[in-house]
Nanobody, 124 residues
Framework: QAQLVESGGGLVQAGGSLRLSCAAS????????KAWFRQAPGKDREFVAG????????YYGDSVKDRFALSRDNAKSTVYLQMNSLRPEDTAVYYC?????????????????WGQGTQVTVSS
């Protein structure tokens, strides 16, 4: 069964760092472009970072540019989100997603598979 499993969330003080992981398993899911979204209480799910269909380009949401970095290890079918200089407003559940077809990198409707999410809490 194809699935995405996130890990690495937790509680961190403002200014600190965390690294999230997303492991893909099952079928061709490993080859699908991945992205990270996040959702804070009472807010819409927000694009954080994602790979182009070719995997050659990485896109970031405006609020995380220059602080977050997406990387991948194809041998492990895993993508990572390195989060630095964390702020209380980064507090959210972070979701990994994979898309099997076209659509915008930052459009959540483009994504066919979602992980269960991992909580990130940044204290002030």
């Amino acid at each position: 069964q194809a699935q995405l499993v996130e890990s690495g969330g937790g509680l961190v003080q403002a200014g600190g760092s965390l690294r999230l992981s997303c492991a893909a398993s099952g079928g061709t899911l490993s080859s699908y472009p991945k992205a990270w979204f996040r959702q804070a209480p009472g807010k819409d799910r927000e694009f954080v970072a994602g790979l182009s269909w070719s995997g050659e380009r990485t896109y970031y949401g405006d609020s995380v540019k220059d602080r977050f970095a997406l990387s991948r290890d194809n041998a492990k079918s895993t993508v990572y989100l390195q989060m630095n200089s964390l702020r209380p407003e980064d507090t959210a559940v972070y979701y990994c997603a994979a898309r099997g077809g076209g659509g915008g990198v930052n459009d959540r409707s483009s994504y066919d598979f979602w992980g269960q999410g991992t909580q990130v809490t940044v204290s002030s």
